[in-house]
């Protein structure tokens, strides 16, 4: 303790010192401080955020193939774009991803209220339930690209094995969105199991004593007491998930490339397709702007509640 | 002066800087005179026997020429061609590795590479790299040394072959047969991986080759003719009747064109339209039993048309040292060098002068010479954005034969906008 305490303590002083005689060369002002403090991150922010994201927007309306000259185009892009038949087919696949993701926080829930449990044979299990968390999703996209082959993979061998041909699921342009899905799906199942665990630790045991005492029986002692306390993880569990599903784009690169004949791809991946393999990186920008426009309503949802939330707490 | 003010604190301090600032001098005028010695190679040909081979390359070269240092800056190959179009404009090497053709030309017409005709002409390079001056040509200008070909054409299980009593087809119709044959007796005629789309574009590039002839093919690739034209109808005709017989392998788009060559040597497919990746790809142990025969005859009269494709090095107009890396460049283009390049990456030299000990290797520039003409590869040869659209296109093709007509309507929409 004193030993922790002894530097910071020396330390504090000539930093307060600085900031006073700051605040008296700045006139007194009680905002020097904030401002001074809220400088760093702030500067990062806007170099590192909105800046490309509004040089974005802007490219967007030129174009440009990322090294000649750009020409100004307005709103061409745009134009372009919702006339753009593969655009559709990204954004009902993205809708597909968002709705089919959510399935991640439920799994997830259910995974953590089974794990958690006091057995030390539970800590195996649990790690074996973490490890896509710590798989590059690249990887976790190749394997399965290796489960889903029709001619060597383990479903294949599965269907075979019952007397019915496997279906090509990366091949087939209605079941590949929902084959790369399952494989997402695998790794933030364990995302959302991490959090819930997590929640399950902080629960108040004396209120689960009280319910206890009360009667609750489990389902109602989990409807009542458990999952109102897990309210906040679940809020953010789902709404990170859902950012999540709309910014996939790894599993697609490395399972399908966008096929087959681009009907897997998201917005995300069309961006990519566009920007780096035809060289528009005007027409790239304006798919980046519209995913944004998605994604900032989520963010928007997000903000809303936890500033909410932070306001009743206070 | 220095030396009376020498003893007292100020003149020692003085001294100390003038000091400091000469070592400073010293170091930016070493820097510069390295800088001018110094030859910056970027490249994506980074396999570990390429890597191993241009090492060796440049430090021959140094110790050819001392004071001369090489710098190369190894990357891989998908990275490259995203970071290409940033670093010519940035932070230009003397020499940067790329694709010739119309890759190629996407630089060329934007001058951010430097014109080597006078340079062909003082090496001596026409006549040698004569089936590879095209690839490196904008108008009748050179602006890339070519390294390297690549050929393409149909690699056979020789076992399968005989055991069907079949000989390499030498017309289309023979290769239908050969078709059906394998087809009745349980194997997949053809294996193919479309998953990463390129491995089709041999069979729309060789039919349209075999049957409309290399200027129209061209012409097609630069925009200038229709998709929904007759004679492009008539490719995928062709194209169609395979694929409606099945001789492909079901499902194609789930492998990638790797993924596919064990149904070659394992005799489960008897023939695959790819380059020598089949070969190089298998343990040597099974390179006897794989074959290799040009994509037949289609329409007779029709002159013989190859695929090369053909890999380069340009020298960035933005370059400090133009000299030595023009002297490098011409060190790099004699034929022990280019061939032992060449070999190092199981690709085939640029030269048709030089002899190799492999005698498939040889066979191939064989192939290569006997070309009346060369266009080098549907992703290479057009615009990049119809590429994409077309190898997408080619893909669904493959696997829904019966949508042709909105695919050839798509593919037209998107070449008139493009090449507007």
Redo the contacts between chains.
């Keep these: 303790m004193i030993l922790s305490s002894g530097p910071a303590r020396t330390v504090t002083p000539s930093w307060r010192t600085v900031l006073a005689r700051l605040r008296v060369r700045a006139g007194g002002g009680d905002l020097v401080t904030p401002a001074l403090l809220l400088l760093p991150p702030l500067s990062l922010f806007v170099l590192m955020i909105v800046s490309p994201i509004l040089q974005s927007i802007w490219i967007s309306l030129y174009e440009w193939d990322g090294t000649g000259p750009a020409t100004w185009v307005g709103l061409a892009n745009y134009r372009e774009l919702f006339a753009d038949a593969q655009f559709y087919v990204s954004l009902k696949n993205n809708a597909l991803w968002l709705v089919f993701f959510l399935l991640a926080p439920v799994i997830g829930l259910a995974l953590a209220l089974f794990l958690n449990q006091k057995l030390l044979e539970m800590r195996l299990v649990k790690s074996l339930f973490f490890m896509p968390l710590v798989l590059a999703p690249v990887i976790v996209g190749v394997v399965f690209t290796w489960f889903y082959d029709p001619t060597f993979g383990i479903i294949a061998i599965l269907f075979r094995a019952i007397g019915s041909t496997p279906p090509a699921i990366l091949s087939n342009e209605t079941l590949v969105t929902f084959g790369i899905i399952v494989a997402a799906l695998w790794a933030q199942v364990a995302f959302c199991l991490v959090l819930f665990l997590a929640g399950l630790s902080q629960l108040d045991s004396e209120m689960i004593a009280a319910a206890r005492l009360d009667g609750a029986e489990r389902w109602s002692l989990f409807r009542y007491i458990v999952l109102p306390q897990l309210r906040p993880v679940a809020f953010t569990a789902s709404i990170l998930t859902v950012i999540m599903s709309l910014r996939n784009f790894d599993m697609i690169a490395v399972m399908t490339q966008g096929g087959p004949y681009g009907s897997s791809t998201v917005l995300a991946y069309q961006m990519f397709d566009a920007t780096i393999f035809s060289f528009r990186a005007g027409y790239g920008a304006a798919i980046a702007t519209v995913l944004f426009a998605i994604m900032s309503i989520y963010i928007a949802v997000f903000l809303w509640h936890s500033l909410r939330q932070e306001a009743r707490e206070r | 002066m220095l030396g009376e003010s020498a003893m007292t604190k100020r003149g020692l301090s003085r001294r100390a800087a003038t000091a400091g600032l000469a070592v400073l001098l010293t170091g930016i005028a070493g820097a510069a005179s390295a800088q001018a010695q110094t030859l910056t190679i970027n490249t994506d040909r980074s396999g570990a026997g390429q890597k191993a081979a241009m090492t060796k390359i440049a430090a021959d070269f140094e110790s050819k020429n001392p004071g001369v240092k090489v710098v190369i800056n190894f990357s891989d190959v998908e990275s490259y061609?995203?970071s290409i179009?940033?670093f010519?404009?940035t932070t230009p090497p003397d020499i940067a590795f790329w694709f010739t053709g119309a890759r190629m030309r996407?630089f060329t017409?934007?001058n951010?590479f430097e014109d080597l005709t006078d340079f062909f002409a003082e090496q001596k390079l026409e006549e040698p790299m004569k089936p590879f001056i095209a690839a490196v040509s904008d108008g009748d200008k050179r602006f890339m040394l070519p390294t390297n070909f690549t050929t393409w054409g149909f690699y056979y299980n020789k076992d399968l072959f005989e055991k069907a009593g079949l000989t390499p087809p030498k017309t289309w119709d023979e290769l239908m047969a050969a078709a059906a044959k394998l087809k009745a007796s349980g194997i997949i005629p053809f294996t193919i991986g479309?998953?990463?789309?390129w491995a089709n574009d041999l069979w729309f590039d060789y039919l349209n080759l075999r049957e409309n002839g290399l200027e129209f093919h061209m012409a097609l690739m630069d925009g200038k003719e229709s998709y929904t034209d007759p004679r492009i109808k008539k490719v995928f005709e062709l194209w169609a009747e395979p694929i409606k017989k099945g001789y492909f392998i079901?499902?194609?788009?789930?492998?990638g064109w790797q993924?596919a060559i064990p149904?070659l040597s394992q005799g489960k497919a008897g023939m695959y339209l790819l380059g020598p990746y089949v070969r190089t790809s298998l343990p040597a142990e099974l390179h006897d039993k794989i074959g290799f025969f040009k994509f037949p005859e289609v329409k007779p009269g029709v002159p013989n048309f190859e695929e090369l494709s053909v890999n380069g090095v340009a020298i960035p107009s933005g370059a400090k040292n133009k000299a030595l890396a023009k002297q490098f460049l011409a060190f790099f283009a004699q034929p022990e060098n280019i061939a032992a390049f060449a070999k190092a990456g199981a690709v085939l030299p640029s030269r048709i002068d030089v002899t190799l000990d492999d005698p498939f290797s040889m066979s191939q520039i064989e192939h290569a010479k006997a070309a009346k003409g060369s266009s080098q590869f549907y992703d290479r040869d057009t615009d990049?954005?119809m590429?994409?659209i077309g190898m997408?296109?080619f893909?669904?093709f493959l696997?829904n034969p019966e949508r042709v007509d909105t695919i050839l309507q798509r593919l037209d929409a998107a070449r008139v906008r493009i090449f507007k």
Excluded at chain 2, 194 to 197: A, E, G, Q, V
Excluded at chain 2, 250 to 255: C, G, L, P
């Design positions: 061609k995203t179009r940033n010519l404009v996407a017409k934007r951010l479309t998953r990463d789309l079901e499902n194609a788009s789930s492998y993924e149904f990049p954005e590429a994409q997408r296109g893909q669904e696997a």
